[in-house]
Structures are given as C-alpha cells and as structure tokens.
C-alpha cells in the first residue's frame, strides 16, 4: 500500500481524550457524521473560567454562554468539573495540506485561481484545486495527519480544512469532479474529526478509516471502496453504511447497487525478491474469471515509479533504477470496483547493464587453441569482469578476470565445452550484474596429412596418412608450389589415389583434412615430386605417349 499503517480512530459514540488528558468531545445519540455537537473540558486546578474560554471560545461574549448553559459558579470552581462547550463557539483556524511527493504532470491553483506549483513540501490552502495527468499522482499530508492520494486524470478541490484549535477535531471536506483518490484518515490527536468527499452524484463520510471513491466523470458513476473502518454513503435520500471489504456503486441518478464484496487479494509469494536483469518481469497466480490488476511499484516514500492496468496477472517494466522496491497488486472485478493490495518486496540490482557479446556467441563452435574473448563497451562502465568455467554454474572457473578495462581477452584452451559470462562496473555503483551464460564448444583443428608420391610406367600413386575417424581428404597436385593451379584437386575418404603420370618434370602435392562439420584444417608440408623421362623412349613413341598423358592430366583438370 502507498499509505503507511496507523491506528484507527475510536468508532463513532466513543468519548475521545486530547494528549493532555483534560478534554472530551461528546455526541449525542444519533448524530450524523456532519460533526461533534458539544466539547467538554475536565477543570483542572488553578483554572478560571475566563481562562478556559480565552483558550478555546471564538466569541468575545462566549464565556456568558458557556456559564449560563453548563450553570457554573465562575467564583466557585472544583476540580473535575465537565465543562460543555458547543462545538460551533470554539476557535478555529484553516488547516493546511503539504504535498509529500508528486509524480508527472500535477497542476493547482489557488482559491483565487492562481496556479500553484507542486512539488514535495509545497503547502496549499483551502480552496486549492488539484489536477493530475495520465500517469500523474500526488500524495497530501493534511495538518491532522490524514493521507490523500490524488491519482491520475483527477480534479480534486480542498473545499474545507478546518481545525478547532488545541481540541484535536478538523473537519475536512473534499470536492472531487473527475478521478480517483485513496484516503487513510487518521489523526496525530484523538479528536474524532469529519472527513467528507464529494462527488456530482455521492458523498461520504468517514473518522478513522482508509478508504477510496472513483467518480467517471462520463458515466457519472461513483465508486465507493473501505478498506478499513467504516464510512457512511450518502446518494440522493439514500444513507448507506458501508464497511470494509466491501464497495458501492452509485449512478447520477442516485441509484445504487447492493454492497458487494470487493476482489480478492492476489497472492504475490511466487514473485521473486530480486531481480539483477532488465525488463522486470513479473507474474502471479490469475484470479477471478474477468479480473483485471491494478500494478504499481512504490519506493520507500510509496510513491508508483509505475501505476499499470493490466488484463492479465503479469507485468513487464524496461527501465527501472536499481533500489529497494514494493509490488503492489489490486485485483479489479468486472465492475470496476478495486480491492485489497497484495504486498512483496524486491530488490532490483541491474545497473550496470552487462555489455553485449560478440564473441564467442553462443552454441557456436570454434577451432584451434587460442581463444579470443570480446564484447561491446557498454555505456557508462570503466572495467569488466569475465568468469570463464567449463559448467555452467561458475563453481570453480577456470579463469576471473577483474575490473579489465579492455573490452577483450585471449586464452589458450584445450579442445572441450566452455561457459563465459561478462560483468560491467563503474566507479559509482561497483559491479553489476553478470549477463547470461555464453556457451561454445572449442575443437581441435583436422590435423595437416603428409603425403607421399610412388611413380608408376602409368600412374602416379599419391598416399597420406590416416586422420581422425569420420575426417575425408583434400589434396591438390600442381606446377605450381604456390598452388595458384592445379593439374587435380580431389576430396575423398580412401587414402590415397592414382592419377595419370604425369609428363616428366618437377611436381607439388599437399593434403589436409576436414572434420564431420566441414571444417578444413592446415595444410600438411608440400611434397616435391620429380617425374623423370621414359628410358630408351623413340622420338615417335614419345609424341604419342606424352600426348595422352597431357590430354589425360588436362582432362582431370
């Protein structure tokens, strides 16, 4: 709840004691809630009557009053004597309404129209008007201790704020025209005071409860929920009594439903009481069929950083500052009547963002030993914190890197599945949360093959050795030791090939393997291969032989 707990104040026929322990408001059998009809004050000793009524009597000529109507002998005073005093003779003055912190667009005005500007500790007086915009919210303090909370798109007037002096009664009215508001009438004194707000179409009255009213202006309907206590509803000739737990609807006509019960307070002890990763995402057991929630989340003053409706028992937030927070959950019937507030605590500690990943990604897989950490600078960070781990609870990481302010870092590992995760910090608020653990899978690159070349009458015969199983074999023969040609490229799983015999001269073979993922390691050493002429060979056998050699080794090409 946005309103801190106090005690309620004593039900109505009570008797009430002022702190000083030397007065009681009295009310007749069958008083309205329009106010306390008579003030008694319990004689002390060394007081004088006069003395009495230059305290608390407003009228020069009151003290006559007084004696005639309580038949007191002003010479013959004794101790523990109640003295009557009419409620309407006593001293007053204007009570005031301090604004204890504002949320959006809030405008007031004076009762003489000129504008007011709000902000926490601002005091209006009465007459002000209060307006609030989509989003916007003002809490008042009245002088009695009494808390109004003025919500969004409300027009709200402080009609009346008036306190009969040292007697601990105020009586305080309310013109609400558009809105809603939330009240926790309590007061510092024990003086039953009168509380009223107004509406086109209800009025209601309450001492010592915590209640709200909601007027739509374009239903002109008036909704009426006690949370506390009991307040009276006033509409057209109707004088409804209504309790807690339970809500009114009132209509412009002055028609109002039976009292139903309100929602049912949500139950929050699923949420979680931390949250270190934007957006906040939260979420709760649904309630009634139909119901929809009223969700805010209140600092430590109460004020709503946020005040949501939402048609389903969860809520997401994108930007909230790390602190001390409170969830607020009110289930909202078809109706549109609001009920109790479901309470958790959470503690957000999100900031500084951790930076965005770029490599290793996620589920990739990489190749060789060396591997090289990197990530985005985030903005607002001075140093990272990188945890390497091969599981992914961080348990025992094989490498922590503190407070690095490069945004990379590089390590040799052997081939196997690791787990990283990175932790931005700044010079203010220290280290942030880590974001989420980055997998990737380190393989060792295929080895590089060696070949070896036998020269045949016909064939040349290439061999390697054997690699990893499931690896194939690329190999390439060429002129050329560079490789910018090939005379014949092949890839195959055998271990070796025959190809043509070449025409005699100077040859370079290479080979390397590729794993099961298609990925090529190095290259093995090149082989030099020496193809000699043919012995004793004819000039004419020659053009023919070579001729089909040629046109054999083209063809492969």
Known sequence: M????????????????????????????????????SWVYTIRAGDTLPGICRAYVRAPDGCAKVTRVNGLDPNHLRVGTKVRIPVAMLRTFEGTADAMWTRGEVRAFAANGAPVAVSPGVRLLTGSRIETGPQ?????????????????????????????????????????????????????????????????????????????????????????????????????????PLDAGFGLITRADGSTAPPVALPATPELSTLPTRVDRLPVQLAWPAGATGARYRVRLLDAAGRALFDDIVSTPKVQWADVPDGAWRVSVRAIDEAGLEGRDGEAALAIHAKPEPPLVTAPRHASQIYGTDVEFEWTRSDGATHYDLDIADEPTFAHPLATITASAATRYRRDLPPGRYYWRIASRTSNTGRGPFGDPVSFTLRRYPDGREAQGEI???????????????????????????????????????????????????????????????????????????????????WWPWVLVSGAVVGAVVGLR
């Open 2 to 37: 946005w309103l801190a707990h106090a005690a309620l104040m004593p039900a109505a026929g009570q008797a009430q004691t002022v702190p000083n322990g030397n007065t009681t408001i009295n009310r007749n059998a069958g008083d309205s809630a329009s106010g306390p009809q």
């Open 136 to 240: 916007a919210a003002v809490l008042l303090r009245l002088i009695n201790g009494a808390l109004l909370l003025v919500d969004e798109r409300s027009q709200v007037v402080l009609d009346e704020m008036t306190v009969y002096a040292l007697t601990g009664t105020m009586r305080t009215h309310i013109r609400m025209d558009g809105g809603r508001i939330e009240n926790q009438v309590v007061s510092p004194f024990d003086g039953p005071s009168q509380y009223q707000i107004k509406t086109p179409v209800v009025t209601t009255a309450a001492r010592g409860t915590e209640f709200r009213v909601a007027f739509d202006d374009q239903q002109r309907t008036a909704r009426t929920e006690v949370l506390k206590g009991r307040i009276q509803v006033d509409a057209a000739s109707q004088h409804l």
């Open 456 to 538: 045949g009458q016909r064939t040349l015969t290439l061999r390697w050795t054997a690699g990893r199983s499931g690896d194939t074999v690329q190999f390439e023969l060429s002129r050329d030791r560079t490789f910018a040609t090939h005379l014949f490229e092949q890839t195959t799983t055998a271990l070796q090939v025959d190809v043509p015999r070449p025409e005699p001269g100077t040859y370079f073979v290479r080979v390397r393997s590729i794993d099961d993922q298609g990925t090529a390691g190095p290259y093995g050493p090149i082989q030099t291969i020496e193809v000699p002429p043919p012995r004793h060979r004819r």
